[in-house]
């Protein structure tokens, strides 16, 4: 199951990332790069549940990017990487006027396109394997 939700919202991701034109509008393609990140985040912590014990009675919120860091060294970077850039999303979400390059705008595509690649690893690597059938004697 939890293999399946991550495959699920790993394809969601994929579909973000697809929404991308190459000669779109700078934000618009930092908005859809980054929500494709956020997704494919979001598969990693399907891959990894909290524990079962709660910290406290009340859960603080905490962003995708701040439980990716908690998932494993590897998956430091990438939470760093994006949650800079968390702040230009909420900003261009809202409608809020955010000064782009073409340069930050392609970089946060690569990246983001390099983080489904891995996160796309990792879901295939929790996938179990399907059982050989025997050949069956005719």
């Known amino acids: 199951m939890v293999g399946t939700t ?3 919202l790993l394809r969601r991701a994929q579909r ?20 494709a990140a956020l997704r494919a985040g979001a598969a990693v912590l399907a891959l990894h ?13 905490r962003s995708v990017w701040e439980q990716l860091g908690e998932c494993g060294p590897e998956w430091m970077p ?13 900003a261009i979400e809202t409608g ?3 000064e782009l390059t073409r340069q930050q705008a392609d970089e946060v595509v690569a990246t983001a396109t390099d983080f ?5 690893e990792a879901v295939r690597e929790s996938q179990p394997a399907m059982p050989v059938m025997p050949a069956l004697a005719s």
Do not use: C, K, N
């Open 116 to 120: 489904l690649a891995r996160v796309s």
């Open 96 to 98: 809020r006027q955010v």
């Open 16 to 35: 973000e990332l697809g929404q991308i034109q190459s000669d779109g509008d700078l934000h618009t393609t930092f908005l859809h790069a980054h929500m």
């Open 6 to 8: 991550a495959a699920q």
């Open 78 to 90: 990438w939470a760093a990487y994006f949650a800079q850039g968390a702040a230009v999303r909420a």
């Open 49 to 61: 549940p909290a524990g079962s014990a709660p910290r406290s009675r009340r859960r603080q919120v």
